[in-house]
């Protein structure tokens, strides 16, 4: 079962304008982290943006903020006043606990252009 | 900090040759992750070392992958022998303990084509 779900395969936005990128996830474990990375069309994965499973604030970080609702299982990623340099693909991910070890698992992305 | 480090970050090969990827971790984090980026498939989590010994393979496609961690600094992958669907760009990534709140810190991937 698809445990991270990006229904959004491809977005665009217009140069600062801001822009929500969806994110479902599935999971029992109530201690689990959630996290964003960008990948540049260069393929490098850079950390965006993390949130855990019992923060009470939102997550932010400059022009990202995690908007996380817990009882919806929905952590979308924020992007404020975009720029050229935010088109990407974006993914999603989540870290969770199982028995004696954990591994993060990654949303198949979403592609953000940017325009002028 | 250098991050972490994987090389080759391109390598060509023909069917059948064994092929080596390498990765050194960021010094002080005991967690690696190998994965493989396709289109089709995404990003899959073939293996994970917790302190340089293998927790989970179950990614793994099949015995002609192996891994192996002799250190906390160093880490390959190998395929013997390489098909052309082993084609992709395969990241290391290290993180500094087990637990939720650690992200991972990604190298910059060795693009892998086999002809």
């Known amino acids: 079962a698809q445990k991270i779900t990006q229904t959004q395969p491809g977005m665009f936005v217009q140069e600062k304008e801001a822009v929500t990128l969806d994110c479902t996830y599935d999971?029992?474990?109530?201690?689990?982290?959630l996290f964003w990375y960008k990948q540049p069309s260069s393929g490098e994965m850079i950390f965006l943006i993390y949130?855990?499973?019992?923060?009470?604030q939102n997550a932010t970080e400059g022009r990202y903020s995690l908007n996380f609702q817990k009882a919806r299982k929905s952590a979308n990623l924020v992007i404020s006043a975009s720029q050229l340099g935010d088109s990407a693909m974006y993914f999603c991910?989540?870290?969770?606990?199982?028995?004696?070890?954990?591994?993060?698992?990654f949303g198949p992305g979403t592609s953000l252009s940017v325009i002028p | 900090d250098a991050g972490v480090i994987q090389s080759p970050r391109h390598e060509v090969t023909e069917m059948g040759q064994e092929v080596t990827l390498r990765c050194k971790p960021i010094?002080?984090?005991?967690?690696l992750f190998w994965y493989r980026q396709t289109m089709m498939r995404g990003l899959e989590l073939l293996i994970y070392?917790?302190?340089?010994?293998?927790?989970?393979d179950s990614g793994m496609p099949e015995d002609r992958f192996s891994a192996k961690m002799p250190n906390a600094s160093f880490s390959t992958l190998k395929i013997q022998p390489s098909e052309p669907r082993d084609s992709a760009v395969y990241f290391c990534?290290?993180?500094?303990?087990?637990?939720?709140?650690?992200?991972?810190?990604f190298g910059s991937g060795t693009r892998l084509t086999v002809v």
């Open positions: 990534a290290s993180s500094p303990g087990t637990g939720t709140s650690y992200g991972y810190t």
């Open positions: 999971t029992s474990d109530p201690s689990y982290g």
């Open positions: 949130q855990g499973s019992y923060d009470q």
């Open positions: 991910a989540m870290r969770e606990w199982e028995t004696s070890y954990d591994k993060v698992i």
């Open positions: 010094s002080g984090h005991n967690s």
């Open positions: 070392f917790n302190n340089n010994v293998p927790i989970d």
